[in-house]
């Protein structure tokens, strides 16, 4: 018997975009299991609404296993699992390994590991839907962080691959954004510059990504398909 009320898992929910799109997603009426990696006074709100809160830190394939584990423990069927964890820095000099192994990690070790374990109790579920959250910028390549381009296009693959495998119950689809918000330490030259990449020329906030899981989540026939929601960012 399939389940209508499975939660959506939403990895590294516990602040900025992540937070946002699990608020909204309780606003909705679903369900919902998050990951934090470092407790964060925000997480107490989603606990007081309901959302069950698991720890992962997305380090090797020990951790990611062990978190795969603590997850079935918890919930026997997935609505959605929604890949939104993720490290964004430049490979510093004489570092550049260890931080290719990060990224390959947090974006692609996981969400690989956590879909083929986690197709099952997606199996479960009335509807099924995986949403990888991407970066417009696999689209150009980035001089300043190739490692983590490298580690979103590789994203990107497994977006395709496993929408021809778990086709036809489960969807499987990415979002890729250009500028969502800034970090409190982009200084004024830094913003002025990011705005001007687009053609659409301001920072959208968080909801644009709420806005494609909601389209992602209630659309049938969409498989396979990367979102690109970057202002226009190809057009400059
Ligand atoms: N913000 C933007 O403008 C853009 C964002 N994106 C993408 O959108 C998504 C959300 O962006 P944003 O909200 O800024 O993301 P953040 O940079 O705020 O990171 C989201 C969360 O990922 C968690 N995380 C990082 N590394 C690990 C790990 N190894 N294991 C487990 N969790 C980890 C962090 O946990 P902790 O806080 O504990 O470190 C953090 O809370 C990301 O996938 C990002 O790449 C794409 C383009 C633009
Ligand atoms: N995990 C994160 N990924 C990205 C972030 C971020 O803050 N965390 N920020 C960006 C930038 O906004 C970029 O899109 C424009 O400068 C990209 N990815």
């Not at 830190?57 to 069927?77: G, Q």
């Not at 609505?79 to 993720?86: D, F, L, Y």
Request: with cysteine; net charge neutral.
């Amino acid at each position: 018997m399939s389940v209508t009320n499975a939660p959506i898992l939403i990895t590294g929910a516990s602040q900025r975009v992540g937070l946002h799109c699990a608020e909204r997603l309780l606003d909705d009426g679903h369900s919902l299991i998050v990951t934090y990696r470092s407790e964060k006074p925000e997480l107490e709100t989603l606990r007081a609404r309901g959302a069950l809160t698991l720890h992962a830190d997305f380090t090797n394939e020990t951790s990611i296993l062990a978190f795969i584990e603590h997850l079935k423990a918890h919930t026997d069927a997935l609505r959605a699992i929604v890949h939104n964890a993720s490290a964004w820095f430049a490979e510093a000099p004489g570092e550049e390994a260890a931080a290719f192994q990060q990224l390959f990690t947090v974006h692609m070790l996981a969400p690989y590991l956590i879909n083929l374990h986690g197709a099952a109790l997606l199996q479960r579920s009335e509807r099924a839907d995986i949403i990888h959250i991407s970066d417009d910028v696999v689209r150009k390549g980035s001089g300043n962080r190739p490692a983590y381009c490298a580690s979103k296009a590789g994203l990107d693959s497994l977006t395709l691959s496993f929408a021809a495998r778990f086709a036809p119950h489960i969807k499987v689809n990415g979002i890729a954004p250009a500028l969502l918000m800034f970090n409190p330490d982009d200084d004024a030259e830094y913003r002025s510059k990011a705005l001007k990449k687009s053609a659409l020329g301001f920072e959208p906030g968080p909801d644009v990504v709420y806005q494609s899981l909601r389209y992602l989540l209630d659309t049938p026939y969409i498989t396979g398909t990367t979102l690109t929601v970057n202002g226009g960012r190809h057009l400059k």
